[in-house]
């Protein structure tokens, strides 16, 4: 499969003659999930986003953010980030040889997240801060020089992830009543809803069920929260940028925002690696903790969880809430014990 610019050209703002950076984005498994139906009394179906490129959604609105920029000439590239779009954007910048600069809070991001971003070349500052006084900072950086922001308040962000949408439509003909998904900066809720409302009827839209981290939750509450924390990272966010059009696709759709405590994350985290086989970061499994908790609303036959990315981003966390490793003797008897106990 093409990059997700060459697969939707028509739907996005791209001419033929552009600048195309990509490293064939797009194009993610959709799964059913037959065990956690069984356990939501609802049809579900996992979208695997951690199958991108760089382990994220993120690839999909960077292949757009970071073509725009090169068909700008810009030079360089900045995000505020809780990790996934640093190392989508370092990723995608070294690609279009360009330089890179990723903001993130001091501490609080997964260590693949780190890593990547690092390889990658990306210049990586460690703010004595929260993402939030992160995307503040950058805000006005870009104001004062000439360096492209890729956070999703770069409507090419959003132009990029609704592309999922498509796929989802394409792969189930169109039929399905909700999609849940973690709501953090709240651009991805954004991108799909314009997704479904760009290629299904009025009559047809999904419900759109966001969940955010109990602890990073300003949508549920309705306010900002100063001092968000969460176990789910990738979501500790205080003051999404996307806030009044993540409200608008959640009221329009008839679907909700509801929060999920670090315990429901945990449980839907290791339920989904142990019973579905899906390893996704803990962020991601806020989706399936909603939608076990909280459900998808009234006569909901058919729900798609979004799985934004990949559980190998945050190997702490998986090692800190798996079960033990076994030692063992060289010795076959001590083998023996070590497997069939
Ligand atoms: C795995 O990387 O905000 O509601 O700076 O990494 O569109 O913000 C990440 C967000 C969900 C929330 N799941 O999406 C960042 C960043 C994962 C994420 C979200 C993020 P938005």
Known sequence: MPGIIERYRERLPFASGDPVISLQEGSTPLI???????????????????????????DRGMTCAVSAAVREGAEAVICASTGNTAASAAAYAARAGLRGAVIVPEGKIATGKLAQALIHGARVVA????FDEALRLVRELVHRH?????????????????????????DLAGELDALCIPVGNAGNITSYWKGFQEILPPTHQPRMCGFQAAGAAPLV???????????ASAIRIGNP???????????????????????????A?????????????PASAASVAGLLTHGAGEGVRR???????????????????????????????????????
């Open 32 to 58: 059913l999930a037959e065990r956690l139906s069984e356990k939501a009394g609802v049809e579900v179906w996992l979208k695997i986003e951690g199958a991108n490129p760089t382990g994220s959604f993120k």
């Open 127 to 130: 703010l004595r801060g929260n």
């Open 146 to 170: 000439p360096i492209s922001l890729v956070n999703s308040v770069n409507d090419f962000r959003i132009e990029g992830q609704k592309t999922a949408a498509f796929e989802i439509v394409e």
């Open 221 to 231: 509450h309705g306010k900002p929260v100063e001092h968000p924390e969460t176990v």
């Open 241 to 267: 940028a996307r806030w009044e059009e993540a409200m608008d696709a959640m009221t329009s759709s008839g679907g909700t925002v509801k929060a999920v405590t670090d315990a429901e994350i945990l449980a």
């Open 269 to 281: 985290y290791r339920l989904l690696a142990s019973a579905e086989g899906v390893f996704c970061e």
């Open 303 to 341: 729900v798609v969880c979004v799985l934004t990315g990949h559980g190998l981003k945050d190997p702490q966390t998986a090692l800190e809430h798996a079960g033990a490793v076994v030692p063992c003797d060289p010795e076959l008897s001590a083998i023996e014990r070590a497997v069939l106990r």
